[in-house]
């Protein structure tokens, strides 16, 4: 499975934008970039994904590189809710599974 | 909806014991798998199935085991519970392959063994 490397935390105030990056530079052509967060003491819950266009939803925005070498999960306007960890992940077109890495740890300061 | 929904919420066992974990949802998903995660770590896959009789191994699946009789539920066994086994399980479904679709994950099950 191509491997992400994301930092291992970090700060936001409250109401500003949060861009969370992502590096995968072994992405292959198949390989979708997928994003979720887990809330303390909860379950992941999906937020994003893409595979080569950026994508917007109702929670973020996804920036994916030119190269899809690297992506980047932006929250527009953080909220105390919006402290979790954060996975990037990778995942194939015909592959059902995701390989959790250990993720960002978003700390959004009031 | 429900979504994906796992009992119990909490378990403490004793070790050599037995149980089952429940998994259940009611979206008409295909694919359903079983994760467990350890104290700051990620998710690590223990078992798959990609519909109704149909299950495989992922990543860490000693000591577990599952069955797929119908769309909607899938229980994870385990057959001789150690200390090792102790951690957070979580249950997870979709639609279709985890590439283009998003997965839907129960609130997680926390499992001690004594």
């Known amino acids: 499975d191509a491997k992400t490397t994301q930092p291992n935390s970090m700060e936001s105030n409250e109401e500003e934008p949060v861009h969370l990056p992502c590096n995968h530079s072994t992405i292959s052509g198949t390989d979708y970039i997928h994003w979720y967060r887990q809330l303390p003491s909860q379950g992941p819950e999906y937020v994003i994904h893409g595979l080569t266009s950026n994508v917007n939803n109702r929670m973020a925005s996804l920036a994916i590189a030119e190269d899809r070498k690297s992506s980047t999960l932006i929250l527009h306007r953080a909220t105390l809710r919006d402290a979790a960890v954060y996975y990037c992940?990778?995942?194939?077109?015909?592959?059902?599974?995701?390989?959790f890495g250990k993720g960002t740890l978003l700390t959004v300061n009031p | 909806n429900a979504g994906v929904t796992q009992t119990p919420k909490f378990q403490v066992l004793k070790t050599g014991q037995s149980m089952t974990l429940q998994c259940a949802q009611d979206?008409?998903?295909?694919?359903m798998s079983w994760y467990r995660q350890d104290p700051g770590m990620g998710l690590r896959l223990i078992h798959y199935s990609v519909g109704a009789g149909i299950t495989d191994q992922g990543e860490v699946p000693n000591g577990y085991n599952v069955s797929r009789s119908t769309t909607e539920d899938f229980p994870l066994r385990l057959l001789s519970a150690a200390p090792s086994q102790t951690s957070v399980y979580f249950c997870?479904?979709?639609?279709?392959?985890?590439?283009?679709?998003?997965?839907?994950f129960g609130q997680g099950t926390r499992l001690t063994v004594v």
């Open positions: 997870a479904s979709s639609y279709g392959a985890g590439g283009y679709t998003e997965a839907f």
């Open positions: 979206m008409n998903h295909e694919y």
């Open positions: 992940i990778l995942s194939g077109g015909s592959n059902y599974k995701l390989t």
